[in-house]
């Protein structure tokens, strides 16, 4: 591996941890292999996260770069075409967007057209849920739309385990575990959502609603972990859906979020057990 490589590994960590602490704890703990795909590949979908979830720029413009960096990761990635279409961007853009070319020539080869057929896959339905403004009507419409911004992530990483370590494990379960995580977050950031004129609610329905959507989530992610023989992995999956279940208990008594010491004692529980 070249140096230029090694430093782009290097800056992929740095980047992650500004961008998620809930995910850069568990990456971090992975073998170094693992570590960088894992890294890599959570980039990737982060870095288009980024524009679904941008505050300043407008619905058509969001449509039209996930739709055609949706494109452009069905073939072989030109790294020149995606900085041509985001340069009129990129002092709106995140780092990690605008470094997403970066991002996918650190992930190996061997398993890089998963991740980028995950990631191609969730853009296309980011911007099907940008056109219609998040309008989720119904139990169906909130399934569409976590199977894409979560589920896919379930998909990615499944992927991942089969090709590092021939680890089989069920499509639908694993979709639950992204699902499980996003619906937490619903209802951690409801309020947050609505300031902003979106809620991911299905008509007619109220938090405790959400709360048995994200329970039914979570009770089927637990079986994904069971599937998981590789303890590396296990500990890896167990943090962010111990963190999950753990929210969801302290938002059903009445608080908002988890405190610092409640974060570090669940990673060390999972961690030392």
Known sequence: MNSLSERTKKEAMRVLKETSRTFYIPISLLKPTLKNTVASAYLCMRAI???EDHQ???AHTKTTLL???SELLTKPFDSNAYQRLIDPFKNELPEVTNRLD???AICPVE???KVKSSTATMASGMAKWVKKNWQIKSKDDLDDYTYYVAGLVGVMLSDIWKWYD???TDRELAIAFGRGLQSVNILRNQDEDSERGVTFMPNGWGREDMFSYANENLDLAKSYLKTLSNRNISTFCK???KLAEKTLS???AGREKMNRDEVNAVITTVTEN
Do not use: G, K, R, S
């Open 239 to 241: 943090i962010p859906y």
């Open 56 to 58: 300043v720029l407008p």
């Open 250 to 252: 302290v938002m059903e």
């Open 166 to 168: 021939d680890i089989e």
């Open 67 to 69: 739709t055609a960096i």
């Open 111 to 113: 398993v890089v057209n």
């Open 102 to 104: 970066e991002w996918i």
């Open 49 to 51: 996260d980024e524009i």
